[in-house]
């Protein structure tokens, strides 16, 4: 899966910003014997409208709490403490 995230400022106003994100995610899976009788563009189309789905449901949510996430570091709140080191 990958996710990238921009943001650019809107041409006439420079206090306005506009955060975007582009996800792409890429699948492959081997079909159990019982079902390849089942067209693979079947499957295939089944899986995508699942994850688009899914898609469509989290990156609205994960946008608008990456938006809360920045403003409170941008004004200084230091009342939440990282979850992680930071390290993968």
């Not at 809107?10 to 792409?24: E, H, I, P, Y």
């Not at 899976?29 to 079947?42: G, L």
């Not at 403490?81 to 930071?86: A, D, E, K, N, S």
Request: with cysteine; net charge negative.
């Amino acid at each position: 899966m990958e996710n990238k995230i921009s943001c650019d400022s809107t041409r006439g106003d420079s206090s306005v910003q506009k955060l975007t994100s582009d996800a792409v995610i890429e699948v492959n899976i081997e079909i159990p014997f019982a079902f390849r009788a089942i067209p693979t563009q079947a499957i295939e189309s089944t899986g995508s409208q699942v994850l688009e789905q899914i898609l469509k449901a989290m990156l609205p949510r994960f946008m608008s709490q990456l938006m809360k996430d920045y403003e409170a570091w941008a004004s200084g709140d230091t009342s939440r403490q990282p979850l992680g080191t930071g390290e993968i």
